[in-house]
């Protein structure tokens, strides 16, 4: 697993202050994006917090998810949440150190009452120190939030005196393009009223079961979840249920739960989606089809990284974008030019950049813009790599429908029917395209639509 080292630099800690005058929460910002370019420390956002002592404990969780690791407990896992301005609510991000759980709490207009929230995204310092005042606040006094230096020390900054160094794995990045490709193929299977939902997420197992147990299965009864022993229809994974314990932290002021998954199509494990409703909040967790599997091995983003049409219809797609809390792909479509489909491909090419998330409860993707290298997902994503390799090196032969590459000293054939592929390879033997494609069929998507690739192609 490729990792370098991110460093995150803030002007100070970020911290919980109190005075005569009430108590007040600054969140220092490290270098992030924003509708005026990069800035070392930009501002979101200072007013008060409608709720906030359930803004404490959103917070509280989306930073137990980026310090956690639910697979391999004995490997160090810790970094800043990123925060996101879209114009109307901040969204705070993060991934586990695992990469098979995404936390997601928003904090919605409702939710915040002071000046118009700024536009950008940026990590945000959540320190021990920090993490320890948040859980001892137990009222809703007023409460103060700054998201960005003092008004006054914007302009007068000289440099940063508060420096983390973090490790980043690449495959931290691309956790993030999968889960949103994920989340974009969900359905609202449930939602349960607030006493159901404290019920049954307290029923759950708080211990580290990995992937043991194998996966579990819940469907809507009523208006409450029952287990269930098979995948029936209209039921919803359960993976690795200890991993939703960071929702704990808020269930006393949960209003509902709302419960996101995919059709089912057999009895293959698959990933699904925890929304809490808080208020004036949302706390979302989405977890990967087993507790042992990151979203970062899916590969639900290759197809659209496989050729250059994506390429360019991203870059166009990217310059329409303006920081929207809601991103609306027939919107899109309209002022591109381009078709609906091409558009949503674009926006999963654009997801692997961290450009763009996906909310399920407005069914709509947003933009952000992650303080990262945008092309660093892509370069080293194996499968893609493999299959650009192939196509440049001449390995493909192409006879109708069928296509057959070579690599190494074997000879594989892939076959379009329906317009999907299929291979001989062992990867398609062992998954039947639920993680996406193998190098293969890549090597020939990129062949048949003619995409750049070193040395040319076939």
């Not at 159901?196 to 469907?219: E, K, T, Y």
Request: contains cysteine.
């Amino acid at each position: 697993m490729t990792r370098s080292v991110q460093a995150l630099a803030y002007a100070r800690p970020s911290a919980l202050e109190s005075s005569q005058v009430g108590a007040s929460l600054g969140l220092e910002t490290a270098g992030g994006l924003t509708p005026r370019g990069a800035e070392a420390h930009p501002r979101f956002f200072a007013g008060f917090l409608s709720a906030p002592r359930i803004a404490a404990r959103g917070l509280l969780a989306v930073a137990d998810v980026a310090a956690a690791r639910y697979y391999q407990r004995t490997l160090a896992a810790s970094l800043d949440p990123v925060v996101t301005g879209n114009g109307d609510r901040l969204r705070f991000e993060s991934f586990s150190g695992c990469c098979g759980v995404y936390a997601r709490l928003d904090v919605l207009r409702e939710g915040l009452e002071g000046e118009r929230t700024g536009h950008g995204t940026t990590n945000v310092d959540v320190n021990n120190p920090l993490r320890d005042a948040l859980s001892r606040i137990t009222a809703d006094d007023p409460l103060h939030l700054r998201v960005g230096p003092e008004e006054l020390a914007v302009t007068t900054l000289d440099g940063p005196v508060v420096e983390k160094k973090v490790p980043l794995p690449d495959r931290w990045l691309r956790g993030f393009a999968e889960a949103q490709v994920a989340s974009a193929g969900f359905d609202l299977r449930a939602e349960l009223s607030a006493a159901q939902a404290v019920a049954f997420l307290r029923s759950l197992p708080r211990g580290s079961g990995n992937a043991a147990r194998g996966a579990q299965w819940v469907v809507a009864s009523g208006s409450a979840l029952r287990p269930t022993t098979r995948p029936v229809a209209g039921a919803v994974c359960l993976p690795g249920p200890e991993r939703l314990v960071a929702l704990q932290r808020v269930l006393r002021h949960a209003t509902a739960l709302r419960v996101y998954g995919p059709p089912v199509a057999d009895g293959a494990p698959v990933a699904s989606a925890w929304e809490v409703v808080l208020p004036g909040m949302r706390l979302t967790l989405t977890l990967s089809p087993d507790a042992s599997r990151g979203f970062s091995g899916e590969g639900g983003v290759l197809a659209a990284l496989a050729t250059d049409e994506a390429a360019a219809d991203a870059e166009l797609v990217s310059v329409l974008l303006a920081w929207e809390p809601t991103i609306e792909p027939a919107t899109l479509a309209e002022r591109s030019g381009l078709s609906v489909e091409r558009v949503r491909a674009a926006l999963t090419r654009l997801g692997t950049a961290g450009r763009v998330g996906y909310d399920l409860a407005d069914a709509a993707y947003f933009h952000r813009e992650l303080p990262y290298d945008a092309d660093r997902a892509e370069r080293h994503n194996p499968r893609l790599v493999a299959a650009r390799e192939l196509a440049g090196a001449g390995a493909v032969s192409l006879d109708g429908t069928l296509a057959y590459v070579t690599s190494g000293d074997r000879r594989y054939q892939v076959r379009e029917s329906d317009g999907k592929l299929t291979c001989t390879c062992q990867w398609w033997a062992d998954y039947r395209g639920k993680r996406g494609p193998c190098k293969h069929a890549l090597a020939v998507t990129m062949v048949r639509r003619g995409a750049t690739v070193a040395g040319g192609v076939r």
